[in-house]
């Protein structure tokens, strides 16, 4: 077997039509951190306040992990819709279940931590749900990169 | 005889606390790297790790970037904090990496096998586009599922000592579970 031709995917230059997904995914960000951060300065300037949060201090008992979670969600979704097989299915959707979860945890933590009186640290929040956040929203980038591949080539 | 000068006691180094956010970063540096490749070179990137399959050689080149990338992102750490590596550590950072690439080798062995089985039309594309997606779903498994694992034992180890040695303070201190 050799993969010279390559069907419908001959062609040598780059295929920036994957892009698409970039920009279905940015969505997600737009939604879940600009907006809210938006919002509060709305709400600041409506009340007269002084407020000026930055996303660090809106986000900072780890809510973009949630975030994180709502994006592995929505691509496992994608991802068992598609016709790959069950082994590369069940492969993608376990690894995006456990790092959002794992990206979820954060929150979780801080909220269980502040609610019981623990110490917490609201920088190390901030940064390990952003950095996991960062991993899911990376995973999500290359499996939809993956998928619209696999139904070009189902399609032809 | 005089008594030891408390100053001159060497303190002893505590040892690597593994979070998984500092390697979700270089996870994710890696995954858009493989998808910017993905999307700059849709066939000739494509080709390579499909040639190489064939070859028998992506199981190696995956299980040796694995293993060098969790060596690089542990030593770092450790320099970082300026923590001391532990047995159980490196053992499982050598170990896994290969176990989950063997794994998802034979796994990926299977689907290829299920895929060739079935009377499906574009049936080589299809093959291509199975092995590329487990290259990337491997490698992502190979370097962030050790470092997963490692934390929760450490966090296990954490837990249990805490309730050896029970008291509010420590229990306080208690390391987090992401």
Redesign the interface.
């Given at each position: 077997m050799r993969f010279g031709g390559f069907g419908a995917l001959g062609k040598i230059m780059a295929d920036w039509m994957s892009i698409k997904w970039l920009l279905w995914i940015s969505l997600y960000l737009i939604l879940a951190v600009f907006v809210p951060w938006a919002t509060s300065l709305a709400w600041a300037h409506q009340h007269g306040s002084d407020l000026r949060p930055r996303p660090k201090q809106l986000f900072e008992r780890g809510e973009l992990g949630l975030v994180g979670l709502v994006l592995g969600i929505s691509v496992i979704w994608d991802l068992l819709q598609s016709q790959y097989m069950p082994q590369t299915r069940a492969l993608g959707s376990v690894l995006l279940a456990v790092s959002g979860t794992m990206a979820g945890a954060v929150w979780i933590e801080t909220y269980c931590r502040h609610s019981t009186g623990m110490r917490s640290n609201p920088e190390r929040a901030w940064r390990d749900s952003r950095n996991l956040a960062f991993f899911v929203f990376s995973l999500a980038v290359v499996i939809e990169i993956l998928l619209d591949r696999f139904a070009k080539v189902t399609a032809s | 005889m005089s008594a030891p000068a408390p100053a001159l006691a060497k303190a002893p180094r505590r040892t690597v606390t593994v979070?998984?956010?500092?390697v979700?970063?270089t996870?994710?540096?890696l995954?858009?790297i493989?998808?910017f490749l993905?999307?700059?070179?849709?066939?000739?990137f494509?080709?390579i790790i499909?040639?190489s399959w064939?070859n028998g050689n992506l199981t190696v080149a995956m299980m040796v970037i694995a293993l060098s990338i969790d060596a690089c992102l542990y030593v770092r750490i450790a320099y970082r904090l300026s923590a001391k590596p532990t047995v159980l550590a490196a053992a499982c950072l050598g170990f896994l990496p290969i176990v989950v690439v063997a794994g998802?080798s034979s796994?990926?062995q299977?689907?290829v096998n299920?895929?060739v089985s079935g009377d499906l039309p574009?049936l080589?594309?299809?093959?291509?586009?199975?092995i590329?997606?487990?290259t990337?779903?491997g490698l992502?498994?190979g370097i962030?599922?050790p470092f997963?694992v490692i934390r929760l034992l450490q966090q296990l180890k954490a837990a249990r000592s805490n309730r050896e040695t029970e008291s509010p303070s420590q229990?306080?201190?208690?390391v987090?579970?992401?």
């Open positions: - | 979070r998984l956010a500092d979700a970063v996870v994710a540096y995954s858009l493989f998808g993905l999307v700059s070179f849709p066939v000739s494509a080709r499909q040639n064939l998802l796994c990926l299977g689907a299920y895929t574009n080589q594309a299809r093959v291509g586009e199975e590329l997606a487990h990337y779903l992502v498994s962030f599922l997963l229990t306080a201190a208690s987090s579970s992401y």
